[in-house]
């Protein structure tokens, strides 16, 4: 059983789960070698056609991927979803961008319930990821999916109109079926690669339509579908906008509010483009080809007039940065595919996460066969269970966690259902995943949960050889329970003014789960060892996990300077202090040694004495967040991305048409075009 604020609660993951998380990360890593070794393979004097580079060919793979994810979640569904078996279960490549969604659980939720079409059907039906059985389906020692049965073969097959197997090879020559947001003619020969680096797998995409003879782009198709969503509610359908339906703060559904800034939206533009409110359900389509035609197929038009619907009072100017509501629902309108979401910008970012449980040794075949592996993974579903504990008392707090923590917080993610009732239960809220922080904000944040981690545990939260903990306590008031003291659980709810109270739960009442309210929050001051990771073969998985970015090293220039007596260092016009960084980590080891030599000193603890001595004999450790390339760089060799663009909403791996605010027009930051402007790297 574990404390969690007043809770205490069965284990939320367990290892079984963990194991068989692996064991799918370790196909979807075997997946990516394969893809890019058969590109190497491909290229050569004697072939008839030159490979394609392997970044590239994996990048046109994930647009494949998601491609086919979106055929299949769209596909007829007829009565009920049936039940898990191996004959519904999806091929490795639709399973990968599946797992991708389910990490972002508050969009995947949102996009299964603000529509009744069968691509939001088929989302609910699939919010729980039956990791057990599909990793039965995977080979245990070269983690290649098992040959499927007819059954599933068909499955698949009649549902998204697709063959089951995937190719491998990427060729220049393959093509796909796409419909012209303009006149919704199909065009059925788009190619997936272009030498002009235009295809439909690559970030410039652009076709010109085979029957209205208009080039139309991603972003295109993205307003194409918000008209379509806005035409089926004018036609009566229950449509809610994206981003509109979910409380920023809780994750809950929240009508009212929706259907307030659903009525502005459609105010405004009824008002701007003199549209009739009904809408027959025959002319959905040619309706919403007009308001698409009407708004050019911009997406700066469209934020324009969210703006002016959502916040009328609120003058709107051409450097002025979207409102952050305003900014997340234009994204979820400047990509093609059902989704809310970029899933080909996801799938690549995870693919970073997936590489540093490589690096750790956790996908290999034999490792949790190991007599440490148990021991490491439980290790990591406690820390896991305090770190929720964590978040009770640090709810305004933006709290980082380290790899063996994000694993097992992957895991629950995978359980859609499941981990939006218990978070809600334990925590009052569905914490996001956000795999898109910027660097810097990754870097106070991690401080902030270790400096509160030690304050409420006592043990240091990580000892893989990074900057030791600050000897200077924290400077916010305490967040160790006293008797009578109340968790952000315990709290009053309902009305922000206080008007209302939440009926407290009676003390001992149990759960359909099994967890029970404590009668009494008690006080111990005794340290939670079982919390630390003191074994030299698992200090890596108490690093950082900072794996928003995936970035490549380039040339860059630095200019040195000074900011408050501390070397700070301006990468491609960016200003990071990586270098004060690993300086004051530095002086953090030799204030600690002069400590433990003075006979004079405070008593050096005996925690920040291991994380010195692990700080100075594993020299060939790298700091955490000191990367110059994690600060400016390309995000992605062929992501269209330059280098020194400022992070922001959804970070890297943007289309350069979709809505951004760096002088290159891509969308990882929320500035308006053109307000940012760097100089030449």
Request: glycine fraction near 6%.
């Amino acid at each position: 059983m574990f404390s969690i604020g007043s809770f205490i609660t069965p284990p939320l993951v367990n290892f079984t789960e963990v194991q068989a998380h692996l064991k799918l990360l370790s196909a979807f890593n075997k997946l990516k070698d394969d893809i890019q070794r058969a590109a190497v393979g491909a290229s050569g004097p004697d072939q008839n056609e030159p490979g394609l580079d392997p970044e590239r060919a994996w990048v046109v793979f994930v647009n494949q991927a998601a491609h086919r994810f979106d055929k299949f979640m769209s596909g007829k569904l007829t009565g009920e979803f049936p039940r898990w078996s191996e004959e519904t279960i999806p091929p490795l490549d639709v399973i990968m961008v599946w797992h991708t969604y389910l990490l972002n659980p508050r969009t995947y939720y949102d996009d299964s319930i603000r529509r009744t079409t069968p691509f939001a059907r088929r989302l609910a039906a699939m919010e729980t990821m039956p990791l057990s059985l599909i990793a039965s389906l995977i080979d245990p020692v070269t983690f290649e999916p098992a040959v499927p049965s007819y059954q599933r073969e068909s499955y698949f097959e009649t549902t998204s109109g697709l063959p089951f197997l995937y190719s491998q090879e990427i060729t220049t020559n393959g093509v796909v079926s796409l419909t012209c947001p303009c006149c919704n003619a199909l065009n059925s020969t788009v190619p997936w690669i272009t030498t002009e680096g235009k295809g439909f797998g690559e970030p410039n995409f652009e076709h010109t339509c085979e029957e209205c003879s208009r080039k139309f782009t991603r972003s295109m198709m993205g307003v194409r579908k918000f008209c379509e969503e806005f035409t089926r509610l004018r036609a009566g359908r229950r449509v809610y906008f994206a981003e509109t339906l979910l409380d920023p703060m809780t994750g809950k559904q929240d009508t009212m509010l929706a259907d307030m800034m659903t009525l502005r939206l459609v105010r405004r533009i009824h008002a701007v483009f003199k549209i009739p409110k009904g809408c027959d359900q025959d002319n959905i389509v040619p309706e919403s080809m007009g308001l698409a035609k009407a708004l050019d197929w911009n997406t700066q038009e469209l934020s324009l007039y969210i703006h002016q619907g959502l916040r009328p009072r609120k003058k709107v100017h051409n450097f002025d940065a979207p409102l952050p509501r305003v900014q997340r629902l234009v994204s979820a309108y400047s990509n093609a595919g059902y989704a809310s979401i970029d899933l080909v910008a996801a799938v690549l970012r995870q693919g970073s996460f997936i590489k540093k449980m490589k690096d750790l040794g956790w996908l290999e075949s034999k490792y949790c066969e190991s007599s440490n592996a148990p021991a490491s993974l439980f290790r990591a579903i406690v820390r896991y269970h305090a770190f929720l504990d964590l978040m009770t008392v640090k709810d305004n707090s933006f709290l980082v966690p380290t790899l063996g923590i994000d694993l097992v917080w992957h895991t629950h993610q995978l359980s859609g259902a499941s981990y939006r009732s218990e978070t809600l239960r334990l925590l009052k809220r569905t914490p996001n995943h956000d795999d898109t922080v910027q660097p810097v904000t990754l870097q106070g944040g991690f401080d902030s949960t270790a400096a509160a981690w030690k304050q409420r545990f006592g043990v240091p939260y990580s000892i893989c050889g990074c900057m030791p903990d600050d000897v200077t306590p924290p400077k916010s008031k305490s967040i160790i329970p006293s008797k009578g003291s109340k968790s952000s659980g315990e709290k009053k709810a309902g009305s922000k003014f206080g008007f209302f109270k939440r009926q407290k739960a009676p003390a001992g009442q149990a759960y359909s789960d099994g967890s029970t309210i404590r009668s009494e929050v008690t006080v111990s001051h005794t340290p939670r060892n079982e919390l630390v990771v003191e074994e030299p073969n698992e200090m890596d998985t108490t690093h950082p996990s900072e794996h928003n970015l995936c970035l490549q090293k380039i040339p860059i220039r630095l200019t040195f300077a000074t900011k408050d007596s501390e070397p700070v260092v301006t990468v491609g016009g960016v200003e990071a202090d990586f270098v004060a960084r690993e300086l004051a980590s530095k002086e953090r080891v030799t204030s600690i040694k002069q400590g433990l030599e003075s006979t004079n000193a405070e008593p050096v603890d005996s925690w920040r004495k291991l994380q010195a001595e692990r700080k100075s004999t594993r020299t060939d450790h790298r700091e955490a967040f000191t990367t110059p390339d994690q600060l400016a760089g390309v995000y992605h060799p062929y992501w269209g991305l330059n280098a020194a663009v400022p992070f922001g909403f959804y970070g890297a791996f943007k289309y350069p048409d979709a809505v951004g605010g760096c002088s290159n027009g891509c969308a990882s930051c929320g500035a308006a075009p053109g307000l940012f402007e760097f100089p030449e790297v």
